[in-house]
C-alpha cells in the first residue's frame, strides 16, 4: 500500500463514518417517514451499520499492516547492522515488542501480523513454536476435544 492508496483508504472510512452516522439516526427513529414499519426500518438500518462497520474493519486491518510494515522496514534501516544469530533476534523481538504494545496485543500476534516484515531471510520467529499446535488443530476431527 503506499501514500496513495493510504490517502485514498482514509478518504473512503470518512466516508463510512458519514454513512454509519446516518445508519445510527435511522436506527434511533431520526428521520422515518409517517406510516413506515419503524420497526422494519430500524432493523434494516442496523444491518447497514453492521455492513459499514464490517467494511471499516478491514480499512483498519489494511491500514494496521501497512503501518507496521513501514515501522518495521524503518526499525531495521536504522538498527545497526547485527552481528550475530542472537543480535538479529533481540532485535526482531524487540520490533515485534514495539507492535505488540502500540495494537495492545500478544508478541505471537504481533509477529504473525509483521510476517517476517524486515527481516531477510523472511522467517518469523514464532514459527517454531507455532508449528507443533497448527499441527495438532489440523489433525484435530470433530469429538477429539
Known amino acids: 500500500m503506499d501514500g496513495k492508496a493510504v490517502v485514498e483508504t482514509l478518504e473512503a472510512m470518512a466516508a463510512s463514518l458519514a454513512?454509519?452516522?446516518g445508519?445510527?439516526?435511522r436506527a434511533a427513529g431520526n428521520g422515518a417517514p409517517a406510516g413506515a414499519d419503524l420497526l422494519?426500518?430500524?432493523a434494516d438500518a442496523c444491518l447497514d451499520g453492521l455492513a459499514v462497520v464490517a467494511g471499516l474493519d478491514a480499512r483498519i486491518a489494511a491500514l494496521k499492516v501497512h503501518f507496521a510494515a513501514g515501522y518495521a522496514h524503518a526499525a531495521a534501516a536504522v538498527a545497526?547492522?547485527?552481528l550475530s544469530p542472537q543480535g538479529r533476534t533481540a532485535r526482531d523481538m524487540a520490533v515485534t515488542a514495539e507492535v505488540a504494545c502500540v495494537l495492545t496485543v500478544s508478541e505471537r500476534s504481533a509477529a504473525?501480523?509483521?510476517g517476517g516484515v524486515?527481516?531477510?531471510d523472511g522467517r518469523v520467529a514464532a514459527d517454531a513454536?507455532?508449528?507443533p499446535v497448527r499441527d495438532r488443530v489440523v489433525a484435530a476431527r470433530p469429538g477429539d476435544v
Request: proline letters at 10%; hydrophobic letters at 50%; one cysteine or more.
Open 40 to 42: 422494519r426500518d430500524e
Open 112 to 114: 504473525a501480523l509483521l
Open 23 to 25: 445508519c445510527a439516526g
Open 129 to 131: 513454536r507455532c508449528a
Open 80 to 82: 545497526a547492522p547485527a
Open 118 to 120: 524486515g527481516r531477510p
Open 19 to 21: 454513512a454509519l452516522a
